[in-house]
């Protein structure tokens, strides 16, 4: 009897914090996660960030960081980051009006296909990141500097 009340404590060590990691706004499939959860309540914040009608700072603790012009203007949400200044990493996401992928911030760079869902960028020093499709509109972003 005292061997099966090991198990327990022992299986619940390892599953809560992959279970924690899959809900958690910072991995890639929590981010996921959450926009499809609430998709609607986002695509109306970035519709109002977009035509400057205002928008909360924060959405169920993810920072609004507002729009980002360009050829095809993003609005980015940060669900994250950790590091020291000059060498950090961040997370989040973003709505794209066009459909098509951006570099963190939108900043000017090419995109470089690692699959038919995800890209790649660097600026040519070891600053770079990732972006992922999570649906038509919505794609989620790594960056580290």
């Not at 981010?31 to 959405?59: K, N």
């Not at 729009?67 to 669900?79: D, K, L, R, T």
């Not at 098509?100 to 900043?107: D, E």
């Amino acid at each position: 009897m005292k061997r099966k009340r090991i198990w327990l404590p022992a299986i619940l060590l390892i599953l809560c914090p992959m279970a924690l990691s899959v809900w958690s706004r910072s991995s890639q499939t929590g981010i996921s996660l959450f926009v499809t959860l609430h998709q609607r309540d986002l695509e109306q914040i970035a519709a109002d960030c977009l035509t400057q009608s205002g928008a909360p700072d924060r959405y169920r603790g993810v920072r609004v960081e507002g729009v980002f012009p360009g050829e095809a203007p993003i609005v980015q949400f940060s669900s994250g980051g950790w590091g020291l200044v000059p060498s950090g990493t961040y997370q989040g996401f973003y709505y794209s009006e066009s459909g098509r992928p951006a570099a963190y911030q939108n900043v000017d760079l090419e995109l470089v296909p690692v699959s038919d869902t995800e890209w790649a960028w660097t600026d040519g020093t070891d600053n770079g990141g990732s972006t992922r499709r999570i649906s038509e509109h919505w794609f989620s972003y790594k960056a580290w500097f």
